[in-house]
């Protein structure tokens, strides 16, 4: 069974576990941006706190760099983001290890706790509805969202690799 969009709108749609998917993906979208309009974020701030918590439970160092890499975003515009991010109390810059001049960022206390409460009504509808299945059930579910990660991750690496399309001729 294809996985490709249809050519036009007339044919086959995916195949129905991936419509969930992305239904999923579409909803965990909507809650991020309410969650983080009530708390006066945007969604690349809730993204950047969560790289810097990934790679923090990883014990990595994250950088700017490392920010602007996982988010894809330009000099300037990883360096407002910072700065957001620390002006709102989420983010401390510090400066350790040999190499003084590199800056780390380190989530705060209060970036913690602010997350926490965003994520908390979240976190009790799916801990309800996790609780429906089996173990094993929730293995098998665990194997395929961790394969259809992966699938997301090579397919954004394939995209980034392909040459963007030309502009359309105007005539």
């Known amino acids: 069974m294809s996985t490709e969009m249809p050519a036009n709108p007339g044919a086959p749609g995916p195949p129905p576990l991936v419509s969930l998917?992305?239904?999923f993906s579409l909803e965990a979208n909507r809650y991020a941006d309410s969650a983080g309009a009530r708390n006066d974020m945007h969604r690349t701030d809730l993204n950047a706190l969560s790289v810097i918590m990934q790679h923090t439970a990883?014990?990595?160092i994250v950088t700017p760099s490392v920010l602007r890499k996982e988010l894809h975003l330009s000099s300037p515009a990883t360096t407002a983001l910072i700065d957001?991010?620390?002006s709102s109390g989420h983010v401390i810059r510090e400066r350790e290890g040999p190499d003084r001049r590199q800056v780390q960022l380190r989530m705060?206390?209060?970036?913690?706790r602010d997350g926490g409460a965003m994520f908390a009504p979240l976190a009790r509808h799916m801990g309800a509805?996790?609780?429906?299945f089996t173990p094993q059930e929730l293995e098998l579910a665990t194997r395929f969202m961790t394969s259809m990660i992966d699938a997301t991750v090579?397919?954004?690496q394939e995209a980034a690799q392909q040459a963007a399309p030309p502009p359309?001729?105007?005539h």
């Open 84 to 86: 957001r991010l620390h």
């Open 129 to 132: 509805a996790l609780a429906d």
């Open 58 to 60: 990883r014990n990595q």
């Open 108 to 112: 705060t206390p209060k970036a913690y």
């Open 21 to 23: 998917l992305q239904e």
């Open 168 to 170: 359309a001729d105007p």
């Open 154 to 156: 090579r397919a954004g």
